[in-house]
Each structure stands twice: as structure tokens, then as C-alpha cells.
């Protein structure tokens, strides 16, 4: 390992901005590639909450650039999220290739939006640019981010907001809004007349993205505008892509993943661990997974460009290949592709009792052989909890038991297995639910149930119905889950999940005009029989 020396230095773009830069460097007098990462936060935390820090990405023999975005940091210009990053990233690209003592060969890292960045540049083709390494992005920006299914994501975007705007504020001396939000980021507003849409953002933050993104709650040309799936169409450049199995942005990684998988020439290779956003530790929710789950990612990413930067084709890593963590085993897991189009369905029946009693709703091999019927009612004064999964903060696997009791919830649980089941992509529920609403919300978790009472969930869904189009058709969050036999698998439905997502006023309104005095008790109606069952489908391994 090298020691360091760290600089500062600044570029100016094309149109006159300048965009500061910590620069990390060997020293050494030998040529070294380029390591980049473009980020909103404050250049100094460098991504930190789940990498290790630059320095040590500089000691293993590279120049490593943190550079801070547009009107961020100690940048010039003003921030508009993801509006510039195609040319500013083109423009430092450009430049850190000619750094003194750079090899001219670069490559990129970052995760969220440092992730966003990399495809954004790159989507320039530089020539410089080599490889990159996006981690828990959006492919396409509404239906990877903003949305999931229709339905407005508020407690992650809401979040988000206010630390953006929180960091504005403080770039700008406003102390009275930064404090503000800074107390507003510790307990969300979430109880505002129209609770996807709070006051606080109103006053003190009126440029955010948030208002843009509460104004386009259909995907239309605004988010085409700002979609990698639009600028990357032409793109072909070996990508290592890296996930979480409770990351709120998987579908992104995944979709980026298959599009690059089916039209590129070059290596594409996807890894996902059982991480949440962050961190990237063997906690995740309330289980550990072991010290199979620490995150290797820093040494992973040093032979990726130790192969693609310096040439080395020494690396003991397969790459040309798909690595995923299977819960319940807590080992990893190495496969040709992914995801597994191997499904098996478990049908939904009941007696009618499958909000009351936990031993009436079954998940069964069998289409049933009579009709089920199965009603719950959604009271906005009391909307089902989200716990953990991929959308709530934290995220992670819970314990769910308390939330399956209550007789809002529908509970579908298999016999016992008689061998382990493994589950290798993405679930999809098939299901015939109308409502006596206009609008209605769908909530479909998947857990383990243990033979103590014990129910982990894994993996979840959600939808906002505005259609009488039967059946709905409701994609989960991808998984790799193996569970054991003797324990159940459980399906549980709800006609909520706050403040996960935003709670559907049964009013038909837009989540921006949904208030909170107009809500509506909404009753469920979800039926199987015969010819029409409602059907969880598995994608297992074979």
C-alpha cells in the first residue's frame, strides 16, 4: 500500500462553474488511473457510510477524485437534482483523465446518487471513462424511485427531501430552516392536513424536487427527462452492479442490470447482498446475517479496476457471473443468470376468516376447489403499520406477528414445508380484490413463520389501484430466501402500509390533495375460486 497525499483543486465547466474536488494520490512518481465519484452531500463524506474512504481506495495504487456536484459543497452554480450531471460529468471526466501522474484511464463508483452520476456521465461515452460501478440506482426514475406501482414512496422520498433541502438551507446561512429541518429529519411530518405533502417543505423549502415530484404522479416526459433508461439506451460499458435485497431502489439495479445483460457486448456482473440503503453490515431489521454478510465491496471494486484499469488479469473473482446472498442459509451464492423464470403458485383460500383467525387463510399447492371470500376494512385513523421491508425506515426483516393479529390484515400461511424452499427472484401476486373506493391501496408481504409464532417478513409489494381490471397484477422485490423446512410461508395483505407509502384517501384525489379529513374507511373484498384464483407466484430453484 502506498502512502498518501491529499489536494484540493477545482475545475471549471463549460459554462463557467467551478466544481471543487478532494484529490487523493499515491505517492509516487508512476502513473496511476483515475477513480471518480460526483456526490451532493459534502465532499468530505465521500460516500463513508458504506465505503471505506478514498485514502484507502488511493493506498491500493489510485488517483481518487470526490468531487462535489453542482451548486453543493463548495461547487458553484445552483443544484437541480440530476439536471446538469450529464455535462458537468462529461467535463470532469475529461479533466481528471488529465490530471498529472493519471494514466488517462478512469472508472466510477458511488452509490444512490453517486450512482445516478456515473450513469449520467457516462452516457457521454468518454473515452476515458473504462468501467463503472453503480450501486442502488433507478433505471427508470419514477417507477425505480419515485413510485413503486403507482404508489407515491413518501417515507423515503419525504426523507430525502429534507435532508436536501436541510443541506441547502445550511449552504445558504438560512439557520432558522436548517433547524427546522434538521428536527423535521429526526420525526418526519407526517400528520400535516394532506400528509404526503407537509407544510414545512412549503415554507421553507418551495424549490425542492419533492413539489415536482408530488406535481408528476404519472410517468410522463418529466421523468423521462431525468431516467438513465433514456440517455443509456446506446450504452456499452462493462458495469459491476451491486444491490440490497432491502434497498428501495433494487428494482433500478435490477432493471439497469437485465437492459445492460441483453443488449451489451462487455461484462456485466450484478451483486446483491441483504442490505438495506445503508449501512452495508450483517444487521439488517432485527436479524443478523452473519459474518457471511460483511461487505466485501471495497476489495471487490479495487480488482474490478485493477482488471479494467491497470490490466491485470490476475483477479480470483469470477466475473462474468451473478453473486447473490440467500437468507436463511446466510451463504452466497453464485449462479449463470438472474433472476429464475421458474415459478410455482400457491393459491389463496379461506373460510372467510382470514383477518380474524391466523389458522383460516391457506396458501395451498391446489387451485381451490369452492370460493373464498375474505373482507377487510381500512381505517385511515388507524392505517396498518409498515415494519421494515424494503420501504420503511428502518428497513430490514421484523417480526411481524403483532401486525398479522390485527383484523385489518389478511393472513394466506402454507403447511409446514417438508423441505426447503428456495425463492431466486421476483415474486408476483395475481389477486381479485375490488373496493367500494375509487382509489384503494394493496399491501402484499411475504414472511417466514416459525414454529414459535415467530414471522419474519422478506419481501413485499405494494399498489395503488385505480383500475376494475381483474386480476391486479402486483410485482414484490425481488428476493433470494431460503426457508426451512418445517417453518410456513405466509402471505399477508392490507389495504395499507404508513408512513412507508402515503395513505390512500379512498377519494380518488392525487397523493398531493389527499387530505387527511377526507379520508375514507375503505372496505377490501378479496375473493378465489376455481376459475378465477388469487395466486402468489414463486420464482424457485429448479
Known amino acids: 500500500m502506498f502512502q498518501i497525499k491529499q489536494e484540493t483543486l477545482s475545475l471549471i465547466t463549460r459554462d463557467g462553474i467551478r466544481l471543487d474536488s478532494d484529490i487523493y494520490r499515491p505517492q509516487s512518481s508512476e502513473p496511476f488511473p483515475v477513480l471518480l465519484m460526483r456526490q451532493p452531500y459534502g465532499r468530505k463524506i465521500a460516500s463513508t457510510v458504506v465505503y471505506a474512504h478514498p485514502a484507502w481506495y488511493a493506498a491500493q ?36 483523465s488529465q490530471l498529472p501522474g493519471s494514466t488517462g484511464n478512469v472508472g466510477m463508483y458511488g452509490f444512490s446518487y453517486q450512482g445516478m452520476t ?22 427508470d426514475l419514477y417507477s425505480d424511485w419515485g413510485y413503486e406501482n403507482g404508489a407515491f414512496c413518501l417515507q423515503t ?24 429541518l434538521y428536527a423535521a429529519s429526526h420525526n418526519l411530518p407526517l400528520y400535516d392536513p394532506i400528509p404526503a405533502y407537509p407544510n414545512l417543505l412549503k415554507e421553507v423549502a418551495p424549490d425542492s424536487f419533492y413539489h415536482d415530484w408530488l406535481n408528476h404522479p404519472y410517468p410522463d416526459d418529466y421523468w423521462a427527462k431525468l431516467s438513465p433508461k433514456t440517455f443509456i439506451d446506446k450504452l456499452d460499458l462493462p458495469m459491476l452492479h451491486i444491490g440490497g435485497w432491502f434497498d428501495p431502489y433494487l428494482r433500478g439495479t435490477l432493471n439497469l442490470y437485465k437492459a445492460m445483460k ?27 446475517y452473519t459474518k457471511s454478510a460483511i461487505s466485501f465491496i471495497d476489495q471487490y471494486q479495487i480488482n474490478w479496476f ?14 462474468d457471473s451473478v453473486l447473490l446472498f440467500e437468507m436463511g442459509s446466510d451463504k452466497w451464492r453464485t449462479l449463470d443468470n438472474f433472476p429464475i423464470n421458474n415459478y410455482h403458485y400457491y393459491y389463496l383460500f379461506s373460510q372467510g376468516l382470514a383477518s380474524i383467525r391466523e389458522d383460516d387463510g391457506q396458501l395451498s399447492d391446489n387451485v381451490p376447489k369452492a370460493i373464498s371470500m375474505d373482507i377487510i376494512v381500512h381505517d385511515p385513523w388507524r392505517p396498518v403499520p409498515s415494519l421494515g421491508g424494503h420501504a420503511s425506515i428502518p428497513s430490514g426483516s421484523f417480526d411481524r406477528s403483532s401486525v398479522d393479529s390485527r383484523s385489518d390484515v389478511l393472513t394466506y400461511t402454507s403447511q409446514p414445508l417438508t423441505e426447503d424452499l428456495e425463492i431466486i427472484g421476483e415474486p408476483f401476486l395475481e389477486i381479485y380484490c375490488i373496493a367500494d373506493a375509487p382509489s384503494f391501496d394493496i399491501c402484499a408481504v411475504l414472511s417466514e413463520v416459525f414454529p414459535d409464532g415467530k414471522v419474519d417478513n422478506f419481501s413485499q409489494g405494494y399498489m395503488r389501484v385505480d383500475s376494475d381490471e381483474l386480476p391486479h397484477k402486483i410485482a414484490l422485490q425481488a428476493t433470494c430466501m431460503r426457508i426451512s423446512k418445517g417453518n410456513c410461508l405466509r402471505l399477508s395483505l392490507s389495504g395499507a402500509c404508513f408512513p412507508a407509502y402515503s395513505l390512500n384517501t379512498g377519494t380518488g ?28 407466484s414463486l420464482p424457485i430453484s429448479s
Open 61 to 96: 495504487g489510485y488517483i481518487v477524485v470526490i468531487q462535489d456536484v453542482r451548486g453543493r459543497g463548495t461547487s458553484q452554480g445552483e443544484f437541480e437534482l440530476f439536471a446538469d450531471e450529464i455535462e458537468d460529468g462529461l467535463d470532469t471526466i475529461n479533466w481528471v
Open 118 to 139: 456515473q450513469l449520467s456521465a457516462a452516457s457521454t461515452k468518454p473515452k476515458a471513462l473504462k468501467t463503472i460501478c453503480p450501486a442502488m440506482i433507478a433505471y
Open 157 to 180: 422520498n419525504l426523507g430525502w427531501a429534507i435532508q436536501l433541502a436541510a443541506e441547502t438551507a445550511r449552504l445558504q446561512g438560512d439557520t432558522i430552516a436548517f433547524q427546522k
Open 262 to 288: 441483453t443488449r451489451s457486448k462487455l461484462l456485466q456482473h450484478l451483486i446483491i447482498g441483504p442490505w438495506g440503503h445503508l449501512p452495508w453490515s450483517p444487521q439488517v431489521g432485527s436479524i443478523n
Open 306 to 319: 485493477n482488471y479494467f484499469l491497470k490490466y491485470q488479469d490476475n483477479s480470483p473473482l469470477n466475473f
Open 509 to 536: 384525489k392525487l397523493p398531493k390533495e389527499e387530505r387527511l379529513i377526507e379520508a375514507k374507511i375503505i372496505t377490501l373484498t378479496v375473493t378465489s375460486r376455481p376459475d378465477k384464483p388469487s395466486k402468489i
